[in-house]
Nanobody, 126 residues
Framework: QVQLVESGGGLVQAGGSLRLSCAAS????????MGWFRQTPGKERDLVAA????????YYADSVKGRFSVSRDIAKNTVYLQMNSLKSEDTAVYLC???????????????????WGQGTQVTVSS
């Protein structure tokens, strides 16, 4: 059974930091782009950051550039999202996802990702 399990969410004050982790089990995603999305009630899932299978290439939404950093540990089958200088507008459920096919490029659409975690809540208080 393939699983992606996020952890590290919580309540933090504006300006603070959190580090999210996404641990994969059941198969390796060493040849898949991994992404972090976020979602608020009634809205679509938005891609926040993505990282290539080698970890050499990363993508960030404009709203988080310079504040968030995505990384991966292939040996641990784990992806991380370091979030600094958090703002109230960063409040959302954060979901980890893997591109459906190996070697597919990053995609801003959630429909290109076939594997999803259950999400972790991040709440930033102002």
């Amino acid at each position: 059974q393939v699983q992606l399990v996020e952890s590290g969410g919580g309540l933090v004050q504006a300006g603070g930091s959190l580090r999210l982790s996404c641990a994969a089990s059941g198969r390796t995603f060493s040849r898949n782009v991994m992404g972090w999305f976020r979602q608020t009630p009634g809205k679509e899932r938005d891609l926040v950051a993505a990282i290539s299978w080698t970890g050499a290439d990363t993508y960030y939404a404009d709203s988080v550039k310079g504040r968030f950093s995505v990384s991966r540990d292939i040996a641990k089958n784990t992806v991380y999202l370091q979030m600094n200088s958090l703002k109230s507008e960063d409040t959302a459920v954060y979901l980890c996802a893997a591109r459906t096919g190996a070697y597919e490029p990053p995609s801003p659409s959630p429909y290109g990702y076939g594997y999803w975690g259950q999400g972790t809540q991040v709440t930033v208080s102002s």
